[in-house]
């Protein structure tokens, strides 16, 4: 009987520490843009950029040229995928860095 109880202790602890309760958004990284461009989330939701074209892509926060360590999704290939979750409000600029100067850019508003 004891083996059973700690068994659902455990298993009630795993259960409150579960990931956030927000809500999933997704970002397609197609060619040359991401859709969409611009997304409006609430704080403790999970944004999930996924490279759904050939080419590799990043997500990394800041302005084009200007990183500002927030997130960096490092080099995504055909398939791949990056989360990350807003904790605060703000507006979150991003670009994609291998192809920022094709204008590969967008903006995360979270509230």
Do not use: R
Not at 11 to 17: K, P, S
Not at 21 to 49: I, R, Y
Not at 56 to 65: F, I
């Amino acid at each position: 009987m004891k083996t059973v109880t700690v068994l659902g202790l455990i298993l009630l602890g795993l259960a409150c520490t579960s990931t956030p309760a927000g809500n999933n958004h997704q970002v397609a990284m197609q060619d040359f843009v991401f859709a969409p461009e611009s997304l409006e989330v609430a704080v403790g939701d999970t944004v999930t950029w996924v490279n759904q074209g050939a080419n590799q892509h990043t997500s990394t926060s800041g302005e084009v040229g200007a990183p500002d360590g927030k997130w960096d999704s490092g080099v995504l290939s055909s398939g791949g995928s990056f989360m990350y979750v807003f904790t605060a409000a703000g507006n979150y600029h991003y670009y994609c860095q291998i192809h920022a100067a094709m204008g590969m850019k967008g903006v995360v508003t979270a509230k």
